[in-house]
């Protein structure tokens, strides 16, 4: 049992050159922040990246900033935050929801998860912001794609390649983004005790306005009070949240608030609160419950993911809460088992989409596809693109599914 | 044609000619095929008209099941096929090929859903990119990528190209404005990746076919995005004795948080071609023009442009006009958007290049391409998505003249890479193509190159998907996929483990 911890993109290659000619699998790892999340790998070895670190390269004034893969997430947006900017995307911390300590998480594990937060609606994720990296593929082989401008369409995009492939194709050992200025200030505004259509309706007509509104969930009842120490209550809160400049952001939110003026009741929330709900409802907060109770993250359209959990209720107990204007849902199963087929007979019935069991115990993570199963045609061509990066399965074998991938 | 080479023609395809044809009718009934020498003509190039080629056959399927037949029958008979959408490639992504079928996807043109609770649009490819905002438009949504061939330019194809446009920088390119498509592999299958929701499951699969160039499969429904209009759009019209100081403005607006909605750069010829051509009133005593525009709420514009109005003074701007209402602001734009054919009308050619550096790296780049210009005894204009970084150089030269396009040929080819050396990219947003096949030896390594053929491997192994474009040699899958082991040694045996 071998953990190969490099610090060189170079000493990556040897590692895996080892291990493909060992042909002994290796778990690929960062801070280990979302370890618990896919299949449980029975793999010896492990190539940990979490010393593999540093930022190699940041230009504000050019909106790019290289780093090695396992730079750490937490010290990757301090350095942003001392220019003004950030990663738009939002990257969710996993950590609570699995037990772990909050703000942990490396830029590379924010790719292979394609990782996004509530500006999702309006910045899209980790994949909408790579512009290239640096890998070695399963076959050992050291390679680049894409580069450090945002437009570039020479060759495939084979960083965007490596967004949610959870280390099964290739290790990054550098990665480079695009950053954004960060909003000078941000408000919300909480609509209350809406009912579940009324909800939809209503975050329809504010992501549908010029408002350009970057966060819009809703917590019913009785999840409202576990975001950002109870400040809402416990009443159902539909929330939408406005970020810029300061003048824009007072003017867009009295353009919502007349927009929702027929709403019983609207509550304006400063920028200090606001954070720190957006914060609670990106990772998951109201369900970092300390327990192993099945939390699924199921994406549909936005109109249909009250639909979906509405319907998912009159057959087994479940809370829920929505991002993404309706089209996130995040589900806590209150059993343990993770009703697997139901909820994803549901999605079928919702128009479609995916669930993905984010946090359940190590049996049920084995027992059930814990990622999407994709139709036959669409998975082959997954299996023959891992069959192309990782011929020997070497690059954690089965974290996707039970085959290769 | 110049020094292009082409995959060699496959003789038992040529001499199977007349029952390829016979085959595709039955597939295809009714006016779907094409294969008479007048009509397949003007489907011998795409916009890169310099490169001409007759197809074997046209085809124009009308169904899914069509398409997905067409692609089974050449699959399992080993026939090429070279996708095209409504043609508009400026880098020969959609040049026949002799012993082809060309597959022009130009009647599914109908848009199958517009669903403005979820602000997606369901359209056929062959759906004009601007077809797809007038569709939406009287209920004050629109499309925001907007490649400037939009009027003609199909949404599958900038699916194939990963279209952009003007606004990128702030609405981004067309990878991140599609949410799913449904497309047919060349075996036949069809397959669906993405839909209306924001995500798509497993590997990013969508990511990897938009901006394919039409190599790992044919498009048959695009789901996109789209966004309510702004409320109000102005514009900043900004002079520079400079280039650097213009520049140097584009950096000091970003430093300071401001993401225009467009931001364009035109260097000295290409401003005097412009106002030569429609007399806008752009100022002359300028070596470089900036056009800001910012786009939002009301309020936010107004805020935006004194704070751009005022970087601009402080970095020396000679001219400084602000519109005040949208037939100025349009008027601003009017010169730059005709850019294209009023340097067609100074020059009987012109070749349009397409790289991308970083920004700070403009004043050098327009330095090394005067030396060029020079070196090839050739005019050059440039029209720059300041923005982004991307640089479309205008070589201007004569046809008619012996040599001439080779040179201009030699000269954009130094142009791209002088753009690599400094940290950019071959091609921002026009394709690789035919066009710059070749160069990507400039770019990548004969390993990186490996692995971009893998993924077409694993689409489409036979490399009979638009062959002869984007990879300057095509290597057989079965010899990418050998395995090259080193038994057993570790070259870095002191690599931190325990």
């Known amino acids: 049992m071998t953990t190969f911890t490099p610090t060189t993109p170079d000493e990556v ?101 394609n990782l996004a937060g509530p500006r999702r609606i309006k910045a899209g994720s980790a994949r909408d912001h790579i512009l290239g990296i640096h890998a070695v593929s399963g076959r050992g082989e050291a390679y680049k794609s894409g580069g450090r401008v945002v437009k570039n369409v020479t060759g495939y995009d084979l960083s965007k390649g490596l967004a949610g492939s959870w280390g099964t194709l ?138 979906l959990a509405l319907a998912l209720r009159m057959e087994a107990p479940a809370s829920a809460y929505f991002d993404w204007q309706g089209g996130l849902v995040w589900l806590r199963m209150e059993s343990d088992d993770p009703e697997a087929a139901l909820v994803r007979r549901l999605v079928v019935k919702c128009g479609g989409g995916h669930a993905t069991l984010i946090r359940a115990g190590q049996a049920w993570r084995n027992a059930v596809a814990v990622f999407q199963p994709q139709p036959t045609a669409l998975a082959a061509l997954s299996q023959r693109l891992k069959n192309e990066f990782d011929p020997k399965g070497i690059l954690n074998p089965g974290r996707m599914g039970a085959s290769a991938a | 044609m110049s020094r ?44 890169l008209t310099a490169h001409r080629q007759m ?84 209920e004050g949504f629109y499309y925001a990528p907007d490649p400037s061939s939009q009027i003609a330019c199909s949404i599958g194809g900038n699916v194939a190209e990963n279209s952009g446009g003007v606004h990128c920088l702030k609405y981004g390119l067309t990878a991140n404005n599609v949410l799913g ?36 499969g044919v498009v048959t429904e695009v789901t996109v995005r789209i966004l309510r209009k702004p409320e109000t759009a102005r514009a900043l019209l900004i002079g520079f004795p400079t280039s650097e100081q213009g520049g140097q403005c ?62 601009a003074q402080r970095n020396g701007s000679t001219v400084c006009r602000i519109s005040t209402s949208e037939q100025e602001r349009l008027a601003f734009w009017a010169g730059r958007k005709a850019a294209f054919p009023a340097v067609g009308r100074i020059s009987p050619d012109y070749l349009c290049m397409d790289g991308t550096i970083p920004r700070k790296e403009l004043p050098r780049v327009l330095a090394g391409m005067r030396d060029l210009s020079r070196k090839y005894g050739l005019r050059v204009a440039n029209v720059f998505h300041a923005g982004d970084g991307n640089l479309h150089p205008l070589i201007l030269y004569d046809a008619n003249i012996e040599d001439e396009l080779e040179r201009a040929e030699d000269f954009g ?19 690789v193509g035919i066009e710059k096949r070749d160069l990507m030896p400039e770019m990548f390594n004969e390993v990186d190159l490996d692995q971009q053929m893998r993924v ?13 474009k984007v990879f300057p040699q095509l290597r057989r899958c079965a010899e990418l996929g050998r395995m090259h082991v080193h038994a057993g040694k570790l070259a870095f045996p002191d690599i931190p483990r325990f």
């Not at chain 1, 690929?28 to 979302?34: L, N, R, T």
């Not at chain 1, 790998?41 to 540093?54: F, I, K, M, N």
């Not at chain 2, 997606?120 to 905002?133: D, E, H, S, W």
């Not at chain 2, 077409?456 to 002869?468: I, M, V």
């Open chain 1, 170 to 307: 290739a290790v990054a050992t550098d990665v480079t983004f695009k950053v954004l200025p960060a909003a000078e200030t941000e408000a919300t505004l909480a609509v209350r005790d809406l009912q579940d259509d009324q909800m939809a309706a209503a975050l329809a007509v504010a992501m549908g306005s010029s408002c350009e509104v970057s966060g819009a969930a809703h917590l019913p009842e009785g999840v409202a009070e576990n975001v950002s120490g109870g400040i809402l209550g416990s009443r159902a809160a539909t929330l939408l949240r406005v970020e810029g400049f300061g003048p824009s952001v007072a003017y867009r939110i009295d353009k919502l608030k007349d927009l929702l003026k027929g709403a019983p009741q609207v509550d304006e929330i400063e920028v200090g609160t606001s954070r720190e709900i957006w914060r609670d409802i990106r990772d998951c907060r109201p369900f970092a419950d300390g327990t192993q109770k099945p939390v699924w993250r199921v994406s549909v359209a936005p109109s249909e993911g009250w639909k």
């Open chain 2, 250 to 311: 584009v950096a000091e607006i970003i430093a300071a948080g401001i993401i225009p909605g467009g931001m364009e750069m035109m260097d000295s010829p290409a401003i005097h071609a412009a106002e030569d051509f429609l007399h806008v009133g752009y100022p002359l005593d300028c070596e470089a023009l900036l056009i800001v525009e910012l786009d939002g709420p009301q309020m936010e514009v107004d805020h935006l442009i004194g704070a751009v109005e005022s970087i």
């Open chain 2, 456 to 468: 077409k491997c694993a689409f489409d192994p036979n490399h009979l998907l638009n062959p002869g």
């Open chain 2, 181 to 216: 498509i449904e497309m047919v592999l060349m075996d036949g299958e069809v397959v669906r990746l993405g839909g209306k929701h924001l995500d798509a499951e497993g590997y990013d699969l969508l990511g990897l076919m938009t901006g394919s160039e039409g190599l790992l």
């Open chain 2, 413 to 431: 080819a130094d142009i791209l890479r002088l753009c690599v050396q400094v940290g950019g990219v071959l091609t921002g947003e026009h394709g």
């Open chain 2, 55 to 138: 197809p074997l056959v046209v085809v124009l399927p009308q169904t899914v099941a069509q398409v997905s037949r067409v692609l089974k029958y050449c699959n399992d008979r080993n026939i090429r096929v070279v996708p095209r959408g409504s043609g508009t490639s400026l880098s020969g992504g959609a040049l026949p090929l002799e012993d082809a079928v060309l597959l022009v996807m130009s009647r599914f043109n109908r848009i199958l859903d517009i669903d403005y609770a979820n602000r997606v649009v369901i359209a056929q490819p062959g759906v004009t990119n601007l077809g797809i905002t007038t569709a939406v438009e009287q």
């Open chain 1, 13 to 113: 290659l040897s590692a895996v050159q080892w291990a493909l000619s060992e042909e002994l699998p290796l778990e690929v790892v960062g801070q280990g922040s979302k370890r618990g999340i896919g299949r449980p790998q029975q793999v010896e070895h492990t190539l940990d990246l979490s010393r593999l670190t540093g930022v190699t390269l940041y230009e504000p004034e050019e909106l790019v900033l290289s780093a090695r893969a396992g730079t750490p997430i937490a010290e990757i947006e301090a350095l942003l935050a001392e220019k003004g900017q950030e990663l738009a995307f939002e990257p969710l911390d996993y950590g609570p929801l699995l037990g772990i300590e909050p703000k942990r998480g490396t830029l590379g594990g924010a790719l292979a998860a």
């Open chain 2, 4 to 47: 292009l080479i082409m995959p060699k023609p496959d003789e038992k395809t040529l001499s199977r000619r007349d029952e390829i044809v016979a085959d595709m009718r039955s597939i295809v009934p009714g006016e779907g095929v094409v294969d008479t020498a007048n009509g397949m003509r003007v489907f011998e190039s795409d916009a």
